[in-house]
């Protein structure tokens, strides 16, 4: 069973700072590797994704970095906004079974203005 | 475009009562999944499925039944409510069945059992 580890649980960061959350995985079948954003009271939704055929992908602010030797990814945030507190959650996919993410424990987001 | 809405937002019961949590997506959606979220969890797969009449078991399917006789609705049933079942439940759907494609989730049921 695919295990994904979140670290760390909270983050509190100040305004125009990085934030950074990173994930380790164990095993996949498919190389792809979501990030998901909560905000309070709201369903997650879908930040940005990486298959790791490259090892950055890039989104404005929102960066991942992939290390596939490693089983790890990570999510960067650059000059974080009070706007960016929320929740984030990664996941990868199950090693069998059809579009079967397992997620991270969440990490809650604290940009302080 | 409504995507994914569940109903009710928020629901008290009695030990051992029953319930059903709707979920409904008007994507044209084949996969759909039941989530629920604990403090320090993240997210655990209760049941999911990929198309009308196919359902299949997640990380955490004990105490919860599910049925999808359409491609829009996949409600959770629970057949005896435990204070264990207390939780946030979060209904999925995504176009396809791999795991590449977005999931869109509802805004999620509130749930506490007493």
């Known amino acids: 069973q695919q295990q994904v580890k979140q670290s760390p649980q909270s983050l509190i960061v100040q305004k125009g700072g990085i934030s950074i959350i990173n994930c380790a995985y164990e095993n996949t079948a498919f190389d792809y590797f979501p990030w998901y954003q909560q905000f309070p009271g709201k369903g997650p939704a879908l930040l940005i994704a990486i298959r790791p055929d490259v090892s950055e992908k890039k989104e404005g602010r929102f960066t991942i970095s992939f290390n596939k030797s490693a089983k790890q990814f990570s999510l960067h945030i650059m000059d974080s906004q009070p706007g960016d507190s929320a929740t984030y959650f990664c996941?990868?996919?199950?090693?069998?079974?059809?579009?079967?993410?397992?997620f991270g424990q969440g990490t809650r987001l604290t940009i302080n203005p | 475009n409504a995507g994914v809405t569940q109903t009710p937002k928020f629901q008290v019961l009695k030990t051992g009562q029953s319930m059903t949590l709707q979920c409904a997506q008007d994507?044209?959606?084949?996969?759909m999944s039941w989530y629920r979220q604990d403090p320090g969890m993240g997210l655990r797969l209760i049941h999911y499925?990929?198309?009308?009449?196919?359902?299949d078991q997640g990380e955490v399917p004990n105490g919860y039944n599910v049925s999808r006789s359409t491609t829009e609705d996949f409600p959770l049933r629970l057949l005896s409510a435990a204070p264990s079942q207390t939780s946030v439940y979060f209904c999925a759907s995504s176009y396809t069945g791999t795991p590449r494609t977005e999931a869109f989730f509802g805004q999620g049921t509130r749930l506490t059992v007493v």
């Open positions: 499925s990929v198309g009308a009449g196919i359902t």
């Open positions: 994507m044209n959606h084949e996969y």
């Open positions: 996941a990868a996919p199950t090693f069998q079974g059809a579009q079967k993410l397992v």
